[in-house]
């Protein structure tokens, strides 16, 4: 497999798991973002950069943003990690909403289900999700997604969803 470098910025712990496994799959060096520099990875011929899914927000993608004159040459796999469910759709939205199209052709994007531990969350965070679910439980039962219908089911409990299996994808797409 080509030389490759997981960056990754998380919050709540589920990001770093993933890239850690991701680290040990490709055994590949793991990086702290932001104390990493664009320098650091000239050697590497594959970056996978994760963040925590904040708000539709990719944490940590800054970063490439900053640095993708610098790093556009590379094989580019971004994953994002939240309580969104993985499919298509999400995902689609998710790299739109994140990267301007000139890039959207450089990377391969990838969403993991992560966990919701309110018992760690900040008071900002556990606001954002109260404000969020009561959003969902205001539309009718069927408006709601399935994604919408799990939020409420699921609100201010701890859920880990953390999945090894869930990297398969970002490990084959890093060998090929």
């Not at 990001?15 to 932001?34: C, H, K, M, N, S």
């Not at 993608?61 to 759709?89: C, H, M, P, R, Y």
Request: net charge positive; charged share 25%; proline share 3%.
């Amino acid at each position: 497999m080509a030389k490759c470098a997981i960056l990754y910025k998380s919050k709540y712990g589920s990001t770093r798991q993933y890239a850690e496994w991701i680290a040990e799959e490709t055994q590949g060096d793991l990086f702290v973002l932001p104390k990493v520099t664009a320098a650091q990875l000239a050697d590497y011929e594959t970056l996978i950069i994760g963040g925590g899914l904040y708000a539709g927000q990719v944490s940590g993608i800054s970063f490439l943003k900053k640095n993708f004159e610098a790093l556009k040459t590379k094989k580019l796999i971004v994953f994002s990690v939240g309580a969104s469910f993985d499919n298509e759709e999400t995902v689609e939205k998710m790299k739109k909403e994140n990267f301007p199209p000139e890039m959207w052709n450089s990377i391969t994007f990838f969403h993991l289900h992560g966990a919701l531990n309110y018992s760690a969350m900040n008071f900002f965070d556990r606001t954002l999700m109260k404000i969020l679910v009561s959003s969902f439980k205001k539309k009718p039962p069927e408006e709601r997604n399935a994604q919408m219908q799990y939020m409420i089911d699921t609100f201010g409990q701890n859920t880990i969803s953390l999945n090894r299996d869930f990297i398969k994808p970002i490990v084959e797409a890093a060998k090929n």
